[in-house]
Structures are given as structure tokens and as C-alpha cells.
């Protein structure tokens, strides 16, 4: 089995302290609110205007994110000068953090997305790094345990920055380190993000008693795929309008071509509902 | 009144400027040009020395093609009230342009022959200390196949007042338009003192595309049961009053389960981290009346900042 399946396999693992538990996104509200009409469509209905909406707004940064991180894995295995420059990566990731901050007006959302976000970089630090004491079975190249010693400097100096308030530390941004710091792939990457959130919305279901677990999973095999599919073909070559450092490739030199390759918002009925989660007399979810 | 800057401004087609200023104590419109399709209306300046422009379009409303541009400066202590008459409409798409056009600027000419019939407002704001902007236009909508973009950046000093509302309809309910354009896009940024602290993009399109079409959603499914969104963004000293008001109301809310939506739902957050940013109101209702009025009622308090006849002419 390939490095990158077995990395796969860990980080679909429903068990993985990512906090997205306590997350509905929205589904809770918009059930609370009156909205789907009955409760045999519901669930299918809210998926996939969650799945859109949450693709158009976040991908973008995760892929941006994810591109910074790649630089500074080629900058390490090049021996570059820059690597020496930590700053200049934790500032360009700040800014991408800074930038879904601005584009992201809703205070449930915000919270949500940022508890989970520090949850993947501590999840990173403590449960993926390799053991302090331990060399490893294999023989690693020298090479690799450089990357992945910066990439563990990154990472915590991180969310050290995030810990102080300095970076709001914002899901899709820790998914991006946290996936690029591991070495998946951008589009592996963009996929499981996606699949991840039609995944715990489906959990979030069944815990509302929407659908049941087999019905959870009928669902996620045969009706959430082509959803998860069209939107992250829809949405995978997005950018955030941040260049990377690379600037090889044209980064939205004007503001029209923002219209139709920046992230958005396209669903302002789940925006007002994820907002309103608050006001619900009794939930059971944090968002 | 000598114009502020020692050359006038070259005007594209389309292009406009307003520059509200002030010295020992007394406001006057220093700068106020458009071409067309752009007409600026009736500056005049009310008692408490706000100054009202309605900013309008030849014909009542945009057709593919129109590339609208303006710059607005608010300058020290000076209050800018601009509204519109009537609801922008924004025409489909057609491939050729008005017949009385001057020097089409450099954006509408360098457009691809895809991208030339979409229709585009562009604005720029800038709020100067104790200045306040008070934008209240009439929704936008946007009929059968239109397509329509508006970027609005605005550039606000620490102690400057913003309140921009930014609104769109379904359709003409006559036609049994619902939800039917083509494509809406819609930016308004904030900054203040040279920092970005929000950027609302809204995107609503006709076009998705699944390889499994039952799993289709078009506009009118997703927005249903509301005809009419509306955003509001809030900040600086002259609306302190008005954001408790709302954070109190807000607070005093509390949903149980509902059977169907109510006719209209309004949420509430903050911008970014610091109070001093402001908030973000998003309303959506059944009927455009009901989010006139609501919105009409919410900010009512502006009347004693600018008086209430003056706010009377919002929210006809």
C-alpha cells in the first residue's frame, strides 16, 4: 500500500479529533427553522446546497494554503535559501487565513471554523509528527526527516500565531497545512475535504434522527458522490486572488476574472440559517 | 466652486464622480459629472448639511454591455446620503451596445465577445474622518437570462460612519419571474485605514451542472421561499446606537421547531474580531415590501443624524 492511500485511510477515520462532532452546518437551524418541508427529502436537499455553498466558499483557500506548503517542502528538498525564512510562510499563510476571515461574515460559521481548524493542527502536532523517541522501522531518507522536522516547526509556530490571536486559524487553512505539511496530493486533498463535510453532515443527520445509520450510508455511497464530484470540479481551480510565490501561474491580475475564479457565496438562505444556529431554544449541536 | 484637483478627471462612458467637501464648518459638492448612461440627480444639501444624490441610469435601468463607473469621496466631516428611484433593473444579455455611447472605457472594450454583453457596476468609496456615507439604493433585479456584476470597494477612516445596503429581488413577479437570471455577482469590501476587514461576495447563478440532473438545484429551489435578500453592513460612530439596538433585539430571539419558515428571517454578525468593525446584516422575506419595511424600521435612528425628512426619501 502507497504512502499516500494508507494517509487516506487515517485521515477518513471517523474516530480522528478533528471536532466536526459538534458541527451541523446549519442543518440543525435550517430543520428548527421550518425549511425542507417533510423529512424524507430534507437531508438529500440540504447536502447538496450545503456541499456547493461550502465548496464555492472554501476550497479556494484550501488550495492556496495547500500551494504555500508545497513551496516550502520544494524549498527544503532544494536546500534553498528561503527556507531559512520562516516568517515569510507563516505571513503568506496568515494572509489567506486573514482573507477567509473577511469573506466569512457569520460569527457561527467563524467559531465553528475555527475550532475545528486549531483542532487539525493540533491533531498534526501530537498525533502525526513521528515519536520523539522512536528512529522508525524504515529507513528514512535524510532528506525526509528535514521536511518533516520544518514542517513540524511550521506547524506549531503556527498555531502559535493563532493561539495569540495574531491568525484566526480557519479550517480550510489548517486543512490545507495540515494535508500539505503531510504530503497528499492537492487534488486528494480538495476531495477529502469535501467528502469529509457531505460526511458529517450525513453523521449530523442521523444524530438529529433525520435518516437512520444504514440509510446515512446509502446515501454517502450512491447520492452524495456525484454531488462531492461536480463541486469539486467546479470549484478545484479557484483562487483566492493571494498569490503564491511562485507567481508562475496567472493570479487574478485584474478583478475581472475574480467573477468567475475567486471563492463566493452562493447560497444566502444557509448563510442566514447557519447564522440564526444560536437562537434556537434548545440544539444540540455548536453550529 | 473650483473642483478639487487642479485637472478634471477624464470620463469614460458610463463614468461619474461625486467629492462632498467641507471647509470652516460648511459642505458643498466640489466635484458631480457623469456620462451616459450614468446620471447623477439633485445634489442638494439638507439642513444637518447631508448631501443627497440619486444615482441613476438612462432608461431606468442596464442593458448587456453597460459598464458603469463611479467614485464617491466623503470628505472630513461631511454626510453623503445616495439613493436610486426605483429598483435597478438589469436587462439580458445583447451583443450590441447603446446607440449614444461615448468612448467605451478600457474594461468594456478589452471584454470577450462571451464577456461583453454582462453588464457591470463598479464603485468606489472613500469616507474621510467623521464623514459618513449612507448608501440606500433600491433593490437590484435582475430579469429573465440577465447578467450582472457590481464590485463596491469602500475605503473608510477609523472614525468614519458606513451603512451600505445592498439588496436584490427575484424577478418581475408579473412575468412570473422567480429566481430566473443568469448571473448575479455582487462584492462590497471594506477597509479601514488601508485594512481589509470584510469582503462579501455573492454569487447566484442559473447554470449548475451534475451529471445526475434529479440532483439539479436551480436558483429558485435553493432561495425559495424568499423573493428578496437583502445586506446591510454597519459601522462607525453615527450607528453605535443603532448595532445595540439590533445585538439587544437579536439576543431576545429564540426559535422552537417551526412547521414552515416564517415570511421573514434576519440574521446578524460581527466583522472580524474588533467591535470597531461593525456588523453584518442579512435579511430575506417573502415580499420585497417586507424587507422595505424592515429595513426602513431597523435603521430609523439614522433620523437624527440626518434628519427625518431626509430619511423619508429611503425606503420610498
Not at chain 1, 517542502?73 to 520562516?86: A, C, I, L, N, P
Not at chain 2, 445592498?166 to 413577479?173: A, E
Not at chain 2, 442579512?282 to 433620523?303: P, Q
Request: charged share 20%.
Amino acid at each position: 500500500m502507497d504512502d499516500e492511500t494508507f494517509l487516506l485511510l487515517l485521515l477518513s477515520d471517523s474516530n480522528l479529533p478533528t471536532g466536526s462532532f459538534v458541527a451541523s452546518s446549519g442543518f440543525e437551524s435550517y430543520i428548527k427553522h421550518g425549511f425542507g418541508g417533510d423529512q424524507n427529502n430534507r437531508t438529500i436537499m440540504f447536502m447538496r446546497d450545503s456541499i456547493n455553498a461550502y465548496a464555492r466558499s472554501a476550497l479556494a483557500f484550501v488550495s492556496d494554503t495547500h500551494r504555500i506548503v508545497q513551496d516550502v517542502h520544494r524549498d527544503v528538498e532544494q536546500g534553498s535559501e528561503q527556507k531559512s525564512d520562516f516568517d515569510k510562510y507563516l505571513q503568506k499563510i496568515k494572509e489567506v487565513d486573514d482573507l477567509y476571515d473577511a469573506m466569512t461574515l457569520n460569527d457561527v460559521t467563524k467559531r465553528a471554523s475555527k475550532s475545528q481548524g486549531v483542532a487539525l493542527l493540533t491533531l498534526y502536532s501530537k498525533g502525526l509528527t513521528p515519536p520523539l523517541a522512536f528512529t522508525g522501522v524504515k529507513n528514512r531518507k535524510e532528506i525526509e526527516i528535514e521536511v518533516n522536522s520544518y514542517m513540524a516547526s511550521l506547524v506549531a509556530q503556527y498555531k502559535s500565531l493563532v493561539r495569540a490571536e495574531s491568525a484566526p486559524g480557519h479550517l480550510p487553512i489548517c486543512w490545507g497545512i495540515l494535508t500539505g505539511a503531510l504530503g497528499l496530493t492537492l487534488e486528494r486533498s480538495q476531495y477529502l475535504h469535501i467528502f469529509l463535510h457531505a460526511r458529517s453532515l450525513l453523521s449530523a443527520s442521523v444524530r438529529l434522527n433525520e435518516i437512520g445509520p444504514y440509510n446515512a450510508q446509502q446515501t454517502l455511497l450512491h447520492i452524495s458522490r456525484s454531488v462531492i464530484e461536480a463541486a469539486v470540479v467546479r470549484c478545484k481551480d479557484l483562487r483566492t486572488g493571494i498569490p503564491s510565490s511562485t507567481g508562475t501561474e496567472s493570479d487574478q491580475p485584474d478583478g475581472v476574472d475574480d467573477k468567475s475564479r475567486g471563492p463566493a457565496n452562493t447560497w444566502p438562505l444557509g448563510e442566514i440559517l447557519a447564522a440564526r444556529h444560536d437562537l434556537q431554544h434548545s440544539r444540540i449541536f455548536n453550529s | 466652486m473650483p473642483g478639487s484637483s487642479t485637472s478634471i478627471s477624464k470620463i469614460q462612458a458610463g463614468g461619474g464622480r461625486i467629492t462632498l467637501s467641507s471647509h470652516g464648518g460648511k459642505a458643498w459638492i466640489s466635484e458631480f459629472s457623469a456620462t451616459y448612461p450614468l446620471k447623477l440627480l439633485s445634489p442638494r444639501l439638507s439642513d444637518n448639511a447631508v448631501a443627497i444624490v440619486y444615482v441613476l441610469t438612462y432608461g431606468g435601468g442596464l442593458v448587456g454591455g453597460d459598464c458603469i463607473e463611479l467614485t464617491v469621496n466623503v470628505e472630513s466631516a461631511t454626510k453623503l446620503l445616495l439613493l436610486s428611484q426605483g429598483s435597478t433593473k438589469v436587462f439580458k444579455d445583447r451583443p450590441q451596445q447603446r446607440l449614444a455611447s461615448v468612448q467605451r472605457s478600457d474594461h468594456a472594450s478589452r471584454s470577450t465577445p462571451g464577456q461583453a454583453s454582462a453588464t457591470l457596476q463598479n464603485m468606489n468609496f472613500t469616507v474621510s474622518s467623521q464623514a459618513a456615507l449612507f448608501l440606500l439604493p433600491d433593490p437590484v433585479t435582475c430579469f429573465r437570462s440577465a447578467s450582472y456584476s457590481q464590485i463596491q470597494t469602500f475605503h473608510a477612516s477609523k472614525d468614519a460612519t458606513l451603512v451600505i445596503l445592498d439588496w436584490i429581488t427575484s424577478g418581475r413577479k408579473s412575468l412570473g419571474e422567480d429566481w430566473v437570471l443568469s448571473r448575479y455577482y455582487s462584492v462590497n469590501e471594506v477597509l479601514i485605514a488601508g485594512k481589509r476587514v470584510a469582503k462579501d461576495v455573492m454569487l447566484l447563478e442559473n447554470n449548475e451542472f451534475n451529471s445526475d440532473s434529479r440532483l439539479n438545484r436551480s436558483l429558485a429551489e435553493k432561495l425559495s421561499p424568499f423573493a428578496c435578500y437583502a445586506t446591510v453592513i454597519l459601522r462607525g460612530p453615527l450607528v453605535e446606537e443603532t448595532i445595540v439596538q439590533l445585538t439587544t433585539r437579536y439576543g431576545g430571539i429564540s426559535i422552537m421547531q417551526r412547521k414552515a419558515p416564517e415570511d421573514l428571517l434576519w440574521s446578524l454578525s460581527s466583522i472580524g474580531s474588533d467591535k470597531e468593525n461593525g456588523v453584518v446584516v442579512r435579511v430575506a422575506g417573502k415580499e420585497t415590501e417586507m424587507v422595505k419595511d424592515w429595513l426602513k424600521n431597523t435603521l430609523r435612528s439614522l433620523e437624527q443624524h440626518i434628519g427625518v425628512d431626509v430619511y423619508r426619501r429611503a425606503f420610498v
